[in-house]
């Protein structure tokens, strides 16, 4: 068992692996087995695409496919899922590189395999994802600041396979009023604050990975600044450590191609 210290570190990294394997999983298995796309549902889906296309890390060819499978979604009035699965799974089977990594877990690797993965890497891509946005439109004021949450939200709502997660977190965006994030930053913050309330209510639940205790993020270990002394969270140091921790140059391929 590695020290505390390295298993904190490592939570606190983002694998290019764990972002393509949930990006996988999500298109083949949650996208792939919904069939006749359409209306609401179509419209989530579309969102969804159009943030992966311009913002998921990919090379060219990875990007072309999304693309590509964007493009299928914006014409089409009813999608069939098992149709993007398909193109998800003949790129794999290609020799052309679409993917750099395998398909497995690195960070979000559990300790048995009940625990962690997709939830892990799903969490992980939209908050790689609303950091990136923000990133990328610095300067851009016309960009909607609700970009990446919209398809999130979206996503959740129609495609994520855990009904349950599903419906806390429509009831969270309700409470936390996600449709009145106004800045692309505020929208890293709003992700980061959801993601907290999730850790909070299941501490000690039966699906937290024994080794993996859920915690307030980030742990005090790895940003100090991040809490104020009197334990409150000081809001500008968070945002520069979540900007840090997912940008996209601080992706991690270890065990990419
Ligand atoms: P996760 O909570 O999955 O976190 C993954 C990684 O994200 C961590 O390792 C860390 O690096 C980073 N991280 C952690 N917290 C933050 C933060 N606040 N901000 C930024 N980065 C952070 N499970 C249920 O049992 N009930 C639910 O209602 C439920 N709702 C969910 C809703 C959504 C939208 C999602 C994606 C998942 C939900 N899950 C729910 C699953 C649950 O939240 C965990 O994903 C799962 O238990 C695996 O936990 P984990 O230890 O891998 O860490």
């Known amino acids: 068992q590695p020290p505390s210290y390295l298993v904190q570190n490592m939570q606190d990294s983002v694998f290019q692996m764990d972002l393509e394997t949930a990006l996988r999983y999500s298109l083949k298995r949650e996208v792939g087995s919904s069939k006749e796309i359409s209306g609401e549902k179509l419209t989530a889906l579309r969102n969804y695409l159009e943030v992966l296309a311009d913002y998921f890390p990919l090379g060219l060819n990875g990007k072309k496919l999304l693309k590509q499978i964007h493009s299928m979604a914006q014409i089409s009035q009813v999608v069939q899922g098992n149709e993007i ?138 940003c100090q600044r991040c809490r104020n002394p009197d334990e409150s969270w000081d809001s500008g140091e968070v945002l520069k450590y979540l900007k840090r921790m997912y940008s996209s140059v601080n992706i991690h391929y270890m065990g990419a191609d």
């Open 85 to 222: 699965g398909k193109l998800i799974k003949e790129a794999e089977a290609e020799s052309r590189q679409v993917f750099s990594t395998p398909q497995k877990w690195l960070g979000c690797q559990g300790s048995s395999p009940e625990f962690r993965g997709y939830p892990c890497g799903l969490w992980k891509m939209f908050h790689y994802l609303t950091v990136n946005v923000a990133e990328v439109n610095a300067k851009n004021r016309s960009t909607n600041p609700r970009l990446a949450l919209q398809a999130m939200h979206g996503y959740v709502k129609h495609f994520f396979g855990c009904a349950d997660c599903s419906e806390h977190f429509q009831e969270m965006a309700i409470r936390r009023k996600i449709e009145a994030v106004a800045s692309l930053e505020d929208a890293v913050l709003w992700l980061w604050q959801a993601h907290n309330e999730v850790n909070k209510r299941l501490s000690g639940d039966l699906t937290e990975d024994p080794k993996f205790p859920k915690m307030e993020f980030p742990d005090k270990r790895n």
